[in-house]
């Protein structure tokens, strides 16, 4: 069933755009199954579950981490993470740098916008990100690839699509200002399962997809 999902969604992906399982309480068989389909990209939430799956998966994975930063255990994937997606302050962008220097490498990170209507959600706001690029040459072992965000949890297509257009917006306005000439300034993460074609109808260029390719999501308390 893996296998068929991500067939699936990706007929339905334009060839330009990412496809990030998340695979978050998910069994290593369930991603292998994924992997054997030639999926590649992986998102997981939980520092220690993704530090274990990366020794139990082959090396060429790309990992992606997902979730909330929490800087004491930046530690357990810093040293093989391929994208940081919920870089959410400078402080944890900070505490990335720090990180990533300490291990000899630089890290690739999102800046994360909170573009929903629903105050739970996390993200800068375009003022707050402005002020963090004024200063981004302090921060050299981290590159910034884009941006991130999600959309509110509703079924109104339009409010959605508004919000995916602010984010594009807000992409084009960095790129404009701050990464003019920088081809690596090139991601926006946006839409999951039951949004992400909204989200491609309005720029993205990498969606992360977990329900749709794994099912239903198991809860369960990790560190």
């Known amino acids: 069933m893996v296998a068929e999902n991500i067939s699936k969604i990706r007929a339905s992906l334009p060839e330009d755009v990412t496809l990030v399982a998340v695979s978050k309480t998910k069994p290593v068989a369930d991603l292998m199954e994924a992997y054997g389909v030639g999926q590649r990209d992986f998102g997981e939430n939980y520092p220690l579950e993704l530090r274990d799956k990366h020794s139990a998966m082959p090396p060429d994975v790309r990992w992606h981490f997902l979730g909330h930063i929490q800087s004491k255990q930046i530690k357990y994937y810093i040293d093989f993470v391929s994208l940081i997606h919920g870089v959410d302050s400078a402080g944890h962008l900070a505490d990335i740098n720090a990180a990533a220097a300490k291990v000899g490498r630089v890290v690739d990170c999102l800046l994360e916008f909170h573009i929903a209507t629903e105050a739970t959600k996390a993200g800068f706001t375009l003022p707050e990100a402005e002020q963090v690029l004024q200063n981004r040459s302090a921060y050299s072992n981290v590159r910034l690839r884009g941006v991130m965000g999600m959309a509110t949890n509703t079924d109104d297509h339009s409010l959605v699509s508004n919000e995916f257009a602010n984010l594009k917006a807000i992409f084009n306005t960095l790129k404009n200002s701050y990464f ?44």
């Open 180 to 223: 003019n000439g920088v081809e690596t300034f090139n991601v926006i993460s946006m839409g999951m399962s039951h949004d992400y074609r909204l989200a491609v109808e309005a720029g993205s260029t990498m969606v992360r997809i977990g329900s749709s390719i794994f099912g239903p999501r198991v809860y369960a308390n990790k560190a």
